[in-house]
């Protein structure tokens, strides 16, 4: 069974930082991408970025760069999302999922998704 699990969420000022954890288990598959994406109150989800098993990214937006970086450790089953200066308008829950490989432009047809961790922003 196909299993990702996000955490490190939580609740930072203006300007703090968070790192996102996905911890992925269950895979056959020797290649894959994992993604992920936020989805604000009211908002339709939006991708933000995907890394594959070679560790190839694919950005989705380009507004975040610089800010938010993506990142894996294979031997931990687990790829982050590294978050700096966050601002009012992060505050979303985020998910990660994965695919056979890195879509080159968003979407969200991924095949299997995690719970969201929740990201408030507060000032």
């Known amino acids: 069974e196909v299993q990702l699990v996000e955490s490190g969420g939580g609740s930072v000022q203006v300007g703090g930082s968070l790192t996102l954890s996905c911890t992925y288990s269950g895979f056959t598959f020797a290649r894959y991408g994992i993604g992920w994406f936020r989805q604000a109150p009211g908002k339709e989800r939006e991708a933000i970025s995907c890394?594959?098993?070679?560790?190839?990214?694919?950005n989705y937006k380009d507004s975040l760069k610089g800010r938010f970086t993506i990142s894996s450790d294979h031997s931990k089953n687990t790829v982050y999302l590294q978050m700096i200066n966050l601002e009012a308008d992060d505050a979303a829950i985020y998910y990660c999922?994965?695919?056979?490989?890195?879509?080159?432009?968003?979407?969200?047809?991924?095949?299997?998704w995690g719970q969201g961790a929740q990201v408030t922003v507060s000032s």
């Open positions: 890394i594959e098993t070679d560790d190839d990214v694919t």
């Open positions: 999922a994965v695919t056979g490989w890195c879509p080159m432009r968003p979407t969200l047809a991924f095949d299997w």
